[in-house]
C-alpha cells in the first residue's frame, strides 16, 4: 500500500508570476499575427531592447552610489581617543578644551583615555584597544588599589558618556575631573 501523494501547493508568488506569464504570452501571440517584422527590424529591436536594459542597470548604479555618498557625507566624522604622542597630559587638555566647550560627553570619553593612557605609563595596566573595563580594574586591583575607586567613578561616567545612558552634563564632567584628578594623586610614583 502507498501512502497518498501530497501535493505541493504554488504560493501566491509563483501564482502571481503564472498569471503574469500567460498574460506576456497572450500579448505577443495576439501581436505577432499583425506586424510583419524582417530579420532587419527584429535585430534593431533586440538592439533597442539591450540599450534600454544596459540604460535601466546604468541608472541604478548612479542612484545607488549617489545614495550612499549622501550617506557618507551625512555621517559625522569620527572621533579618535587618542592622539599620536601617546600622552595622558595631551588627551587631559584636549578633554579640558571639549568641556570648556560644552561637549562633555567628548571632554568624559576623552578624560578615560588619558586615565587608560597615564595608567598604561605609569606601568599599572597594559593598554589594549580590546580591554574592557573590567579587565582594566582588575588590573588596577592587583597592581594598585588605592586607585580603583577614583577609576571605576571615572569608568562610570565614561559608560554614560559612551553608551548614552544619560546625557551627559558640567555635573558629572566635574565629577569624572574629580575622579581623574584622585586617580592621578593615586598612581604617581
Given amino acids: 500500500m502507498h501512502p497518498p501523494a501530497v501535493q505541493a501547493h504554488a504560493s501566491w508568488w509563483q501564482l502571481f508570476a503564472q498569471w503574469l506569464g500567460d498574460r506576456w504570452n497572450d500579448f505577443f501571440h495576439r501581436l505577432f499575427p499583425h506586424l510583419r ?24 548604479a548612479v542612484r545607488l552610489l549617489s545614495s550612499l555618498q549622501s550617506l557618507h557625507e551625512r555621517r559625522p566624522a569620527s572621533i579618535g581617543l587618542t592622539v599620536p ?41 597594559t593598554e589594549e584597544r580590546s580591554a574592557t573595563i573590567n579587565e582594566l580594574r582588575r588590573a588596577l586591583h592587583t597592581r594598585n588599589a588605592a586607585a580603583e575607586a577614583p577609576f571605576l567613578e571615572l569608568a562610570r561616567a565614561y559608560t554614560s558618556a559612551a553608551y548614552a545612558e544619560r546625557p551627559v552634563d558640567a555635573a558629572l564632567w566635574q565629577h569624572a575631573k574629580s575622579a581623574y584628578d584622585l586617580l592621578s594623586e593615586r598612581v604617581r610614583t
Fill in 37 to 60: 517584422i524582417n530579420a532587419h527590424g527584429a535585430a534593431i529591436a533586440g538592439d533597442l531592447v539591450v540599450l534600454a536594459c544596459v540604460a535601466i542597470v546604468a541608472i541604478a
Fill in 85 to 125: 604622542a601617546r600622552s595622558a597630559h595631551a588627551l587631559l587638555v584636549a578633554a579640558m578644551q571639549s568641556a570648556e566647550s560644552s561637549a562633555y560627553g567628548h571632554a568624559v570619553r576623552l578624560l578615560f583615555a588619558a586615565a587608560v593612557t597615564l595608567l598604561d605609563l605609569r606601568g599599572i595596566v
